[in-house]
């Protein structure tokens, strides 16, 4: 029973010793960190907790952006041009119809509005292992088209049609067509990315200027 405790205690401080000889010939930086000694570290080092300070302020950057949504908009400027013709027949009852036709142009500048819903139910900023994301519904057009500089052009005259009533009806015409081209215009490509960055340059702006934040890392926007 003696020698069996010596061999054992022979062999826990032959292990002991190796261990140490070991540690000893390795460098310090192979042995790795563990995960809590590394969040203490962070939490105690005013340089490093600048590079994760900007998640303590994500919801104060949500609030911020819902106070923000009617500014937070992309403003798109195109000019416009609608062409119509008009035909009469003037006699119709003849087995030969004589017809009278005109060409009228009408050019007028519309001025397009296109934003997000940032209602704080309506959308949800995240931090995730690549930066940070901003969940939303893609943007649309958020209000009605303003309609200037109107005018017109008759491209072909007819003898017996009415190119000041054609005219005024495409006058007319004109808000609710800047209505549905200002539709089909929000899912264009070009528009979505000119909102996001409407969207990201604001919430990297607003973080950036918290105190002690350093880096702010990389914002994308998810649509849910």
Same mark, same amino acid.
Request: glycine share 4%.
């Given at each position: ?151 017109? /052009?008759?491209?072909?005259? %007819?003898?017996?049609?009415?190119? *000041?009533? +054609?005219?005024?009806? &495409?006058? #007319?015409?004109?808000? @609710? /067509?800047?209505?549905?081209? %200002?539709?089909?215009?929000?899912? *264009?490509? +070009?528009?979505?990315? &000119?909102? #996001?960055?409407?969207? @990201? ?24």
């Amino acid at each position: 029973m003696k020698n069996n405790f010596v061999r054992w205690s022979l062999v826990v401080i032959l292990t002991v010793l190796g261990t140490l000889w070991v540690q000893r010939l390795l460098p310090v930086r192979d042995w790795p960190i563990p995960q809590n000694l590394k969040s203490i570290l962070i939490q105690n080092d005013p340089e490093l907790l600048g590079y994760t300070r900007y998640t303590s302020y994500l919801s104060a950057g949500k609030e911020a952006m819902s106070g923000q949504m009617k500014l937070l908009t992309a403003t798109v400027t195109r000019e416009e041009l609608t062409t119509q013709t008009i035909e009469r027949v003037p006699l119709p009852q003849l087995s030969t119809k004589l017809t009278s036709t005109a060409s009228i142009a009408i050019r007028y500048r519309a001025e397009y509005s296109f934003g997000y819903d940032l209602r704080p139910e309506a959308f949800d900023i995240r931090m995730v292992d690549k930066g940070i994301e901003i969940h939303v519904k893609k943007p649309q057009l958020i209000a009605t088209p303003a309609v200037t500089e109107l005018t017109h /052009q008759i491209l072909s005259q %007819g003898l017996l049609t009415d190119e *000041d009533a +054609a005219t005024l009806k &495409l006058y #007319e015409q004109a808000a @609710t /067509q800047a209505q549905k081209n %200002g539709e089909v215009m929000s899912q *264009d490509p +070009a528009v979505i990315a &000119l909102c #996001e960055k409407q969207l @990201t340059d604001f919430l990297y702006g607003f973080l950036a200027q918290q105190s002690g934040v350093k880096v702010v890392p990389q914002i994308r926007v998810v649509y849910d």
